[in-house]
């Protein structure tokens, strides 16, 4: 069962590639021109609204809606990797900060020691004095 979905949905994934193309939007509207002469010829207002909305929309834009789509969602895909690498780049840059920050901190904590040492060794001379 689990072949059968994996085939099914390799085929559908071909179909829908193919159909996502404007050549197949072309096809489609070659293929709708050709009953368009009979729908003019029967002067029936009803006929002619039936193709252009079953036969010349349906066929057209169905790959033209999906064209748009691949675009839409490629614009999005790079927006979001754009954001992505900005992210990330934020990151790293607050990583660096904070690793100097940390540096900083240790060598503001020597500089304490240092000073706390050199206060105790003058205390002490003051007492001796």
């Not at 590639?17 to 002067?43: D, E, G, N, Q």
């Not at 079953?54 to 790079?78: A, P």
């Not at 904070?98 to 060794?121: D, N, P």
Request: hydrophobic fraction near 50%; charged fraction near 20%; glycine fraction near 2%.
């Amino acid at each position: 069962m689990k072949m059968l979905t994996q085939i099914n949905e390799k085929i559908a994934q071909k179909i829908t590639s193919a159909v996502a193309t404007m050549w197949c939007a072309y096809i489609f509207a070659a293929i709708a021109l050709i009953s368009l002469p009979t729908a003019i010829k029967s002067h029936d207002t009803i006929v002619i609204v039936s193709w252009i909305a079953q036969t010349f929309l349906q066929l057209v834009l169905l790959s033209i809606i999906m064209v748009g789509q691949n675009v839409q969602s490629k614009g999005v895909e790079q927006k979001i990797d754009e954001t992505h690498f900005a992210s990330l780049a934020e990151f790293e840059l607050a990583k660096e900060a904070r690793s100097l920050a940390h540096q900083e901190l240790k060598a503001l904590h020597k500089i304490s020691q240092e000073m706390h040492t050199l206060v105790s060794e003058l205390e002490k001379k003051v007492s001796k004095n």
